[in-house]
Protein backbone atom coordinates (compact mmCIF):
# COMPACT_ATOMS: atom_id res chain seq x y z
CA UNK A 1 0.00 0.00 0.00
CA UNK A 2 3.16 2.23 1.07
CA UNK A 3 3.98 1.73 -2.75
CA UNK A 4 0.69 2.52 -4.49
CA UNK A 5 0.82 5.91 -2.31
CA UNK A 6 4.56 6.65 -3.49
CA UNK A 7 3.43 6.06 -6.92
CA UNK A 8 0.68 8.75 -6.62
CA UNK A 9 2.65 11.10 -5.22
CA UNK A 10 5.28 11.29 -8.07
CA UNK A 11 2.58 11.08 -10.29
CA UNK A 12 0.99 14.38 -8.82
CA UNK A 13 4.33 15.67 -8.39
CA UNK A 14 4.89 15.60 -11.88
CA UNK A 15 1.95 16.58 -13.28
CA UNK A 16 1.95 19.85 -10.73
CA UNK A 17 4.99 20.16 -12.61
CA UNK A 18 4.10 20.19 -15.90
CA UNK A 19 0.77 22.31 -15.13
CA UNK A 20 2.86 24.95 -13.07
CA UNK A 21 5.27 24.82 -16.37
CA UNK A 22 2.49 25.80 -18.82
CA UNK A 23 1.14 28.26 -16.47
CA UNK A 24 4.82 30.24 -16.60
CA UNK A 25 4.63 30.20 -20.09
CA UNK A 26 1.19 32.02 -20.64
CA UNK A 27 2.20 34.52 -18.44
CA UNK A 28 3.20 38.34 -19.94
CA UNK A 29 3.98 38.16 -22.79
CA UNK A 30 4.71 41.42 -25.54
CA UNK A 31 2.13 39.27 -28.62
CA UNK A 32 0.38 36.44 -26.84
CA UNK A 33 3.62 34.16 -27.40
CA UNK A 34 5.01 32.20 -24.50
CA UNK A 35 7.58 34.17 -22.24
CA UNK A 36 9.39 32.87 -19.06
CA UNK A 37 8.40 34.75 -15.93
CA UNK A 38 11.99 35.99 -15.89
CA UNK A 39 10.91 38.21 -19.02
CA UNK A 40 9.12 40.89 -17.24
CA UNK A 41 9.94 44.23 -15.42
CA UNK A 42 8.31 44.99 -12.07
CA UNK A 43 8.22 48.77 -11.97
CA UNK A 44 8.06 50.22 -8.43
CA UNK A 45 6.36 53.84 -7.63
CA UNK A 46 7.53 54.80 -4.54
CA UNK A 47 5.37 58.09 -3.95
CA UNK A 48 2.32 56.28 -4.58
CA UNK A 49 3.41 53.03 -3.19
CA UNK A 50 2.48 50.81 -6.22
CA UNK A 51 3.99 48.56 -8.66
CA UNK A 52 3.51 46.87 -12.05
CA UNK A 53 5.07 44.85 -14.28
CA UNK A 54 5.42 44.33 -17.88
CA UNK A 55 7.17 42.69 -20.75
CA UNK A 56 11.18 43.06 -20.73
CA UNK A 57 10.96 43.77 -24.45
CA UNK A 58 9.01 46.61 -24.07
CA UNK A 59 11.32 49.81 -23.87
CA UNK A 60 10.81 52.85 -21.31
CA UNK A 61 10.14 55.97 -23.20
CA UNK A 62 11.20 59.25 -21.58
CA UNK A 63 9.14 61.62 -19.94
CA UNK A 64 7.69 64.90 -21.62
CA UNK A 65 9.12 67.77 -20.08
CA UNK A 66 7.02 69.13 -17.43
CA UNK A 67 5.03 66.18 -16.86
CA UNK A 68 5.61 65.74 -12.95
CA UNK A 69 2.60 63.31 -12.58
CA UNK A 70 4.03 60.71 -15.36
CA UNK A 71 5.29 57.47 -13.34
CA UNK A 72 6.11 55.14 -16.62
CA UNK A 73 6.06 55.27 -20.05
CA UNK A 74 6.33 51.64 -22.07
CA UNK A 75 5.93 51.09 -25.28
CA UNK A 76 6.18 47.28 -27.46
CA UNK A 77 6.07 48.75 -30.46
CA UNK A 78 4.01 52.17 -32.29
CA UNK A 79 1.00 50.06 -31.70
CA UNK A 80 1.20 48.99 -28.54
CA UNK A 81 2.12 51.23 -24.87
CA UNK A 82 1.26 52.25 -21.86
CA UNK A 83 1.87 55.59 -19.59
CA UNK A 84 0.99 54.86 -16.00
CA UNK A 85 0.22 58.55 -13.83
CA UNK A 86 -0.18 59.47 -10.05
CA UNK A 87 -2.23 62.56 -9.44
CA UNK A 88 -3.24 63.96 -6.29
CA UNK A 89 -7.10 64.88 -6.40
CA UNK A 90 -7.82 64.39 -2.60
CA UNK A 91 -10.63 62.28 -2.90
CA UNK A 92 -10.28 60.32 0.79
CA UNK A 93 -11.07 56.51 1.37
CA UNK A 94 -12.59 55.56 -2.58
CA UNK A 95 -13.78 51.81 -1.59
CA UNK A 96 -16.04 50.01 -3.95
CA UNK A 97 -18.77 50.48 -1.78
CA UNK A 98 -18.20 54.06 -2.39
CA UNK A 99 -16.58 54.26 -6.01
CA UNK A 100 -20.23 55.21 -7.94
CA UNK A 101 -19.45 58.64 -6.46
CA UNK A 102 -15.94 59.40 -8.18
CA UNK A 103 -17.85 58.22 -11.90
CA UNK A 104 -18.77 61.51 -12.73
CA UNK A 105 -15.52 62.54 -11.64
CA UNK A 106 -13.80 59.94 -14.12
CA UNK A 107 -16.64 60.63 -16.94
CA UNK A 108 -15.79 64.44 -16.65
CA UNK A 109 -11.97 64.00 -16.77
CA UNK A 110 -12.31 61.97 -20.36
CA UNK A 111 -15.43 64.23 -21.53
CA UNK A 112 -12.25 66.73 -22.12
CA UNK A 113 -11.58 65.50 -25.19
CA UNK A 114 -14.20 65.39 -27.77
CA UNK A 115 -12.57 63.19 -29.69
CA UNK A 116 -12.62 60.29 -27.31
CA UNK A 117 -15.88 57.66 -28.25
CA UNK A 118 -17.19 55.20 -25.73
CA UNK A 119 -16.67 51.28 -27.16
CA UNK A 120 -19.07 50.31 -23.79
CA UNK A 121 -20.01 52.09 -20.48
CA UNK A 122 -16.95 51.88 -17.82
CA UNK A 123 -16.81 48.82 -15.65
CA UNK A 124 -16.05 49.06 -12.01
CA UNK A 125 -12.89 47.17 -11.37
CA UNK A 126 -10.29 46.52 -8.85
CA UNK A 127 -6.68 46.15 -9.52
CA UNK A 128 -4.37 45.29 -6.66
CA UNK A 129 -7.06 45.87 -3.91
CA UNK A 130 -7.54 49.36 -5.31
CA UNK A 131 -11.39 50.43 -6.48
CA UNK A 132 -11.47 52.58 -9.88
CA UNK A 133 -13.15 52.18 -12.74
CA UNK A 134 -12.13 51.17 -16.88
CA UNK A 135 -12.95 52.92 -19.73
CA UNK A 136 -12.61 51.36 -23.64
CA UNK A 137 -12.66 54.00 -26.02
CA UNK A 138 -11.26 55.42 -29.25
CA UNK A 139 -9.76 58.79 -30.33
CA UNK A 140 -9.15 60.49 -33.21
CA UNK A 141 -9.86 59.22 -36.89
CA UNK A 142 -7.21 57.47 -39.16
CA UNK A 143 -3.93 58.29 -38.39
CA UNK A 144 -3.80 60.30 -35.63
CA UNK A 145 -6.39 58.38 -33.89
CA UNK A 146 -6.14 55.12 -31.45
CA UNK A 147 -8.05 53.46 -28.95
CA UNK A 148 -7.32 53.32 -25.19
CA UNK A 149 -7.86 50.71 -22.24
CA UNK A 150 -7.61 53.04 -19.46
CA UNK A 151 -8.10 52.27 -15.85
CA UNK A 152 -8.76 55.14 -13.13
CA UNK A 153 -7.52 53.80 -9.55
CA UNK A 154 -8.18 55.56 -6.30
CA UNK A 155 -5.80 55.10 -3.35
CA UNK A 156 -4.97 56.93 -0.45
CA UNK A 157 -6.11 60.79 -2.02
CA UNK A 158 -4.44 59.63 -5.39
CA UNK A 159 -5.44 58.90 -8.49
CA UNK A 160 -3.13 56.40 -10.40
CA UNK A 161 -4.39 55.98 -14.33
CA UNK A 162 -3.21 53.50 -16.63
CA UNK A 163 -3.68 53.87 -19.65
CA UNK A 164 -2.92 51.09 -22.74
CA UNK A 165 -3.02 52.51 -26.47
CA UNK A 166 -3.45 50.71 -29.65
CA UNK A 167 -2.60 52.35 -32.76
CA UNK A 168 -4.66 52.06 -35.15
CA UNK A 169 -8.09 51.88 -33.02
CA UNK A 170 -8.79 48.26 -34.91
CA UNK A 171 -5.35 46.98 -32.79
CA UNK A 172 -7.23 47.42 -29.70
CA UNK A 173 -9.09 43.95 -29.76
CA UNK A 174 -6.07 42.02 -30.58
CA UNK A 175 -3.68 43.60 -27.88
CA UNK A 176 -6.37 43.94 -25.05
CA UNK A 177 -5.65 40.81 -24.01
CA UNK A 178 -1.80 41.43 -23.30
CA UNK A 179 -3.14 45.02 -21.64
CA UNK A 180 -5.21 42.60 -19.06
CA UNK A 181 -2.39 40.81 -18.29
CA UNK A 182 -0.12 43.54 -17.76
CA UNK A 183 -2.90 44.89 -15.39
CA UNK A 184 -3.30 42.27 -14.02
CA UNK A 185 0.32 42.45 -12.66
CA UNK A 186 -0.91 45.89 -10.50
CA UNK A 187 -0.03 45.73 -6.79
CA UNK A 188 -1.82 48.53 -4.89
CA UNK A 189 0.09 48.51 -1.51
CA UNK A 190 4.17 47.86 -2.05
CA UNK A 191 6.03 48.83 1.31
Same mark, same amino acid.
Given at each position: ?85 ? #? ?14 ? *? *? ?32 ? #? ?53
Amino acid at each position: MNRKLLVVVIVAAVLALVVGAAVGRNLISPDGASAPRADVVRFKDEVSKFSIAYPASWRVLPATAGDGDLSLRVARDDAASMQVRS #TVVGLENVTKQSLPVV *K *KFTDDLLSEDKRVQLLKQPDPVELGGVPGYRYRY #TYGEGATGGAHDHYFLFKDRRMIQLVFQAVPATRLAELESTFQRIAGTFEGDIT
